[in-house]
């Protein structure tokens, strides 16, 4: 979805390096999530954001976080990349609803492959 | 944790039907979503039901739940090449989160 961009597409780094992966919105959307993408796992919640002031741990917070600069942007960081870090990152988007249901239909950017060599 | 079961592989010929199937263990689960990644590409959401319904059709999409089994499939009808892609199952449940199956790799043959 092109309302979704995500920078960079593709990116190789070395085991301790510090990376950023970035996520911009359009959609005008509250929410905005990160996920990792390993195959056969299907998609895994790592952080997520209901609002500028709010940041919560997803299911595999561990090694990475997140800031939420703006409510147009929300930033992945590995603070030292490890090789079980390879994998292809997603940002998501959604709206603010009520209980539930498609109001609350997340919506995903292109994706970031990262490889941690 | 809550769990969202698919096989992993589909191989169907061109304009036969596709049946992807899923099972989650949410017995809270509000909605449930199918989506779709093409290579190289993001989630594109295909469809949804609500969990108080039984069908949904939606053109060539038919969404089946079965809420006592915990069972969700989604049929493709006259299948093409251009519907090969992973599918994705998801259901919504408590917190309003996502959890996603590990998808279905659909292979359409000519």
């Known amino acids: 979805d092109a309302d979704v961009t995500q920078t960079p597409r593709n990116r190789i780094t070395k085991t301790g390096k510090r990376i950023m992966l970035e996520c911009s919105q359009t959609k005008g959307h509250d929410r905005m999530y990160w996920y990792r993408q390993d195959p056969g796992l299907g998609l895994r919640l790592i952080y997520y954001s209901f609002d500028v002031k709010d940041i919560n741990k997803g299911e595999i917070s561990d090694g990475y976080s997140v800031s939420r600069q703006a409510q147009a942007k929300f930033s992945l960081s590995l603070e030292s990349a490890i090789p079980n870090q390879t994998a292809l990152y997603f940002c998501a988007t959604s709206d603010r609803g009520t209980s539930g249901g498609v109001w609350e239909t997340q919506y995903f950017g292109p994706g970031t492959r990262l490889l941690v060599l | 944790g809550e769990d969202v079961e698919q096989s992993l592989f589909l191989s169907v010929r061109e304009g036969d039907s596709s049946v992807i199937n899923c099972t989650y263990t949410?017995?809270?689960?509000?909605?449930l979503y199918w989506y779709k990644q093409e290579p190289g590409a993001g989630l594109q959401l295909l469809t949804y039901i609500f969990s108080n319904m039984d069908m949904k059709q939606d053109q060539r999409l038919t969404v089946l739940l079965n809420k006592k089994d915990k069972h969700l499939s989604l049929r493709i009808a006259d299948t093409q090449t251009g519907d090969s892609a992973i599918y994705f199952c998801?259901?919504?449940?408590?917190?309003?989160?996502?959890?996603f199956g590990g998808g279905t790799r659909l292979m359409v043959k000519p």
């Open positions: 998801a259901e919504m449940g408590a917190g309003n989160m996502l959890t």
């Open positions: 949410d017995s809270s689960s509000t909605y």
